[in-house]
């Protein structure tokens, strides 16, 4: 992986914090990276090139009146105000190389100096278990802080743990093994292989960004909501909340227009075409 900076750009010291999306069900984790880089005034400083990230090319996501700027399957944005370093992923990942991608973007995060690592992501909620909608949408997330995957500052936000992470598991071993780049012969399994129910979340993007962070010596968490293909505007928005709160930013540096708390990615205004003609109604 190669990083690219924009002319006259460099990498600030004191934005040690990177989010990033894992690519999921619904596009929530992308979106929701949309809307921080779009509301935290955050300004692009280059990009990555990585051999097992698709081609893609398109313009400007966030302004009404693009400069000509191309976005890129791999962008990184700065927010100097609020501390944080984005990247945005824009095409998918090669076929069977999602672990080698990670680990390039881990080395990548290791080498810019990155102290914690917030991957937003979102899980398939044919595959909840429990619904509780007592509390609202619920956040789930994966800490890198304890062996069990706990964080008691997640507890405090009221956030659950994911229940289907199991370090003993073989999915989540095999997964660890590879990160570390230490997979014997005597380890059979691949996620090739027919896959049993609980190998489901460790075959997932966000697990194996949660492993080679974790493996990089990174402090890595995953937030995580579950939700279905279509309209995910609203599972973008919370999710974003989630990492403003988990972060600690202040309200001050992410403000919408209007009074609104959100500025909304121009683009968004294209995502389902055109309203309707209600004349034909």
């Known amino acids: 992986m190669e990083f690219v900076l924009e002319e006259g750009k460099h990498l600030s ?23 921080l880089v779009s509301s935290t005034g955050a300004e692009t400083v280059g990009y990555l090139d990585d051999q097992f990230v698709l081609p893609c090319v398109g313009n400007d996501a966030y302004r009404p009146s693009p400069r000509g700027d191309l976005a890129l399957p791999l962008q990184a944005y700065e927010s100097s105000s609020s501390g944080l370093t984005l990247i945005q992923q824009r ?7 999602m672990v080698e ?34 509390s609202g949408p619920q956040i789930y997330y994966l800490s890198s802080t304890s062996v069990d995957g706990t964080d008691d500052y997640c507890e405090q936000l009221g956030w659950k743990r994911l229940q ?46 949660f492993s080679c962070f974790k493996a990089r010596g990174l402090k890595v968490t995953c ?29 001050d540096n992410v403000r919408g227009d209007d009074g609104e708390k959100w500025i909304v990615p121009f683009s968004w205004m294209t995502v389902y075409g055109p309203p309707p003609d209600m004349s034909m109604f």
């Open 13 to 35: 010291e004191s934005c040690s914090n990177l989010i990033l999306p894992a690519l999921s069900i619904g596009n929530v984790g992308q979106l929701a990276v949309d809307l």
């Open 91 to 97: 095409s998918p990942v090669v076929k069977g190389m």
């Open 101 to 134: 991608y990670a680990k390039n973007l881990a080395d990548f995060a290791a080498a810019s100096g990155n102290k914690h690592v917030v991957v937003l992501s979102a899980l398939d909620f044919g595959r909840l278990q429990r619904i509780d909608l007592s």
């Open 164 to 209: 289907e992470y199991n370090p003993a598991q073989r999915g989540w071993k095999y997964l660890s093994s590879l990160a570390e780049g230490d997979v014997g012969d005597e380890n059979n399994f691949t996620f090739e292989d027919d896959l049993e129910e609980e190998d489901y979340y460790p075959s997932l993007p966000f697990a194996a960004l």
């Open 223 to 251: 937030l995580l909501c579950y939700c279905s293909e279509g309209d995910n505007m609203a599972d973008a928005f919370n999710l974003a909340d989630a990492a403003c709160k988990f972060l600690r930013l202040n309200p």
